[in-house]
């Protein structure tokens, strides 16, 4: 049983860094920068929580109901990381439009 789980964790890790990389590009504005790094640090960390509970029960661990919360809870943080980000970008792309036609008056 040590194979399939050290082939998961393997999988886990390099999906889980391959998230990362991403985040390390640098947008201009450090407002877009912070959701970008968010975004991608929080799909490597649902890709690592999944993939660690599934090692452990390839191992043949008793996965408890512990892991799949930590999923729910991470996805939902997500989701609202996401749109919370939407609504603080798409507000401050609106202020600026406003505070630039304001300037032409």
């Known amino acids: 049983m040590l194979l399939p789980s050290l082939i998961m964790f393997a999988i886990t ?5 391959t998230c990362l ?14 959701y970008w790094s968010g975004f991608w640090l929080f799909l490597a960390l649902i890709a690592a929580l999944a993939g660690g509970e599934q090692a452990l029960m390839l191992s043949g661990q008793d996965v408890p ?21 939407w609504a603080r970008l798409s507000g401050a792309a609106l202020w600026h439009g406003v505070r630039r036609v304001a300037a032409r008056s």
Not at 13 to 17: E, I, L
Not at 65 to 85: E, Y
């Open 13 to 17: 890790v390099v999906v889980a860094t």
């Open 21 to 34: 990389v991403p985040a390390a590009f640098k947008p201009s504005s450090s407002l877009v920068g912070f």
């Open 65 to 85: 109901a512990l892991a799949a919360r930590l999923q729910v809870s991470a996805i939902l943080c997500f989701m609202l990381f996401v749109m919370f980000g």
